[in-house]
C-alpha cells in the first residue's frame, strides 16, 4: 500500500510492503553467518568504531573460512565460503556515519539472491507485478546499509524515470528500541516532510523521484545501530534501462552496462513465465 499520513499520500512512489516472516530471519542468519553484522559493528559502533572516510570504499571479502581478509581498514574472518563484497561511505554531505556494502560480483549477488528466494521473496515479486501490472521483474541491485548517527539526513531518489516500474526496497533487520522514525519522506511538491518508522517485517519502497533521507539518530552511546538491506527490483526495458544504471554507484552491477541489466530483465519474475524464479539454494 501507499505510505500514508493521517489519510494523506504525500508522495505517489513511496509504499509499505508486507514481507514473508521467514524472510527477516534468513537475511539476519546471512549477515551473521557471513561476518556481515560484525563488520558494521566495528564500522559504527563503539569508542572502538573505525568509519571508513567519507567519500572512499573498498573491496572486502566476507566467510573466509581460515586466513583472515584484510583491506586499508579492517581485518575480519568468518566461517562459510568467501565472497567479494564493496565498502562504501558516502561522501560527507550525507551527514551520517552510514556505509554501505554490496557483492562485488556476480557469484557474491547470485549467494544473496538464493537467500532472498529462501525467505519468500518470489512471493514479493509475485504481489509487485501483480500490483503494478508490469511484464516482468530482476532483483538487480542488492546491499546491506547501516548507520549508528545521523545528524540530518541528505534528501535524494533512488529511482528516477522508470515509469513505475523500478523500486528501492529497505528489509529493516536491526532496530533499536525507542529510537525515533528512521526514514524521512518528502513530498512530491517538496512542501512537507514526514517522519516514517520502520517495522519488522515491512519493507519501505520507493519508486520514481520519491525523496527521502535518513532520519536523524543517535544510538552510539547505547553502543547500537540500525541495519538493513536494500533490493533493487524492475521491470528493465530499453526505454528504461540507462536511467536505472543512473542510480548505481557500485561495482555490481557494472556501472554503464545497459546490456548486463537488459539480458537479465525478467529473471526472476515472469507475467507469462512461472517458472522464472529466484536462483535456490543447491
Known sequence: MQMTWNGEIPTENAFRVGLPPNLLNELRNYANRMGITDFYRGLVVGPEDRPYAPGTEGIVTFGKEEDEYEDHHHSHSSGSSSSRWMVQRPKSHWNSNMHWVSPADESAHDDLLRVLSQGGFDQVLEKLGAYFDLEGLSAYHLSFIGVS???????????????????????PLILEDGAGPELEVVSDDETVTRKYKYEYNVASMLGDEALHGTGACDYRRNGGMRMAATVYVGDITPTNVNHLLLSLTQVYPPVGNARHLLDRAGSHWSKYNPSKKLPVLA
Not at 548517527?149 to 534528501?155: A, L, N, R, S, T
Open 149 to 171: 548517527h545521523c545528524e540530518k539526513g541528505f534528501i535524494h531518489t533512488d529511482v528516477n524515470d522508470s515509469g513505475r516500474k523500478a523500486f528501492n526496497m529497505i528489509i
